[in-house]
């Protein structure tokens, strides 16, 4: 920490897009970019040891969703990797707790099922304070809220809850969510983003939203948070505002989402990942900051990416290593 004069209220680790796989490097879909599929796991390694050596260590960590790579699936080592990830970023009990956030990635791997019984829940046991609500996101949405420090709620959505991947081709969710993208995208291979329209591109089969459920209750949360003169981070695996990412990578209701935030004065930023050229902006009608993470996957192995948040009464400070650079948040509400 560089600014010694001040002590932050708390602290938290993020990190984004590890997609470990035990494989040789690759490359994206349109080949521009080189993935580190083996690699990724000794940069998770680095960030953890960095945390877990920082005084005071930071609360919590939040991993921004794709932890292991679709590919796992293919060579039938989805199991296998999680494992080897998770020994990796929670190696024993008295560890910094993880919050998982989960993506595309997850659902290459797993069902919602699996993920809801896995270590990759992480909704808090006692989910402290879910009972000041009288709505739910949905029974098998992960979505939750948290206070680590009072005054201050992190939130965690569940950016395919209206999706094609996790549901059952058979679900009211899936058909839902075919409808819809549709409507956008009459590509034969849905993962081929739409050829006309710049913001259509979101409208992708590596993405989704929020279900209508989940937004009513991030709605309740919200306003309670504003009630509460709390401060309020988000955290998605997928971005919300444009100017925080490629439009390909977008939630397909990011508008909605976005107008909700902005009818509520406590929410100070909103965190993900998935772009993994990451991106930031500050919305200048709300005064929230939207910060996309660098993804570890496109990251070289003699490089980082990842960052400590520092937390104060009136700003936040991302110290970045690596290619995650460093940002003064500024809470302007
Ligand atoms: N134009 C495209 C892009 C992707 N695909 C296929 O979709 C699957 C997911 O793609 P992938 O690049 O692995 O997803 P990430 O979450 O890692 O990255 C999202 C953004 O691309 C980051 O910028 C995979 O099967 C691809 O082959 C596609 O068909 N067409």
């Given amino acids: 920490m560089e600014e010694s004069d001040s002590v932050p209220l708390f602290s938290f680790g993020v990190i984004a897009d590890i997609q470990y796989a035990d494989i040789e490097d690759g490359f994206n879909f349109t080949r521009t970019r080189q993935r580190f599929y083996r690699s990724s796991l000794e940069l998770l390694e680095r960030a953890q040891k960095h945390w877990s050596e920082e005084t005071p260590r930071p609360r919590f960590v939040l991993q921004l969703g794709d932890l292991i790579d679709g590919f796992n699936r293919i060579h039938e080592a989805s199991e296998k990797a999680l494992d080897t990830v998770l020994s990796r970023l929670s190696p ?3 560890d910094i707790p993880v919050h998982h956030v989960w993506g595309n990635h997850e659902f290459y791997n797993f069902n919602r099922t699996f993920l809801l019984q896995s270590r990759l829940n992480s909704t808090p046991m006692s989910a402290q304070d879910q009972h000041l609500l009288t709505v739910s996101p949905g029974s098998d949405t992960h979505a939750y809220h948290f206070s680590p420090e009072p005054g201050f709620r992190f939130v965690v959505l569940d950016a395919y809850d209206e999706s094609l991947l996790g549901r059952d081709e058979c679900s009211a969710e899936y058909q839902r969510a075919l409808e819809m993208i549709r409507v956008h995208n009459q ?86 990942g998935h772009d993994h050229d990451g991106g930031y902006c500050l919305d200048p009608e709300t005064g929230v900051h939207h910060v996309t993470l660098e993804g570890v996957i496109e990251t070289a192995p003699e490089s980082d990416a990842f960052g400590t948040v520092y937390v104060y ?6 110290k970045g290593r690596g290619r995650v650079q460093d940002r003064t948040l500024m809470f302007l509400s």
Avoid: I
């Fill in 187 to 272: 590509n034969q291979d849905l993962n081929c983003p739409p050829e006309s329209g710049f913001l259509q591109k979101r409208f992708t089969k590596f993405n989704g939203g929020l279900g209508g459920d989940q937004l009513t209750w991030l709605q309740a949360v919200l306003t309670l948070a504003d009630r509460q003169q709390g401060r309020v981070v988000v955290v998605s695996h997928l971005p919300v505002h444009l100017g925080s990412t490629d439009p390909m990578c977008l939630a397909w209701n990011y508008d909605k989402v976005l107008e909700l935030l902005s009818s509520h004065s406590s929410v100070v930023c909103f965190l993900a």
């Fill in 92 to 94: 024993g009990p008295a």
């Fill in 313 to 318: 009464e009136d700003r936040m400070v991302l």
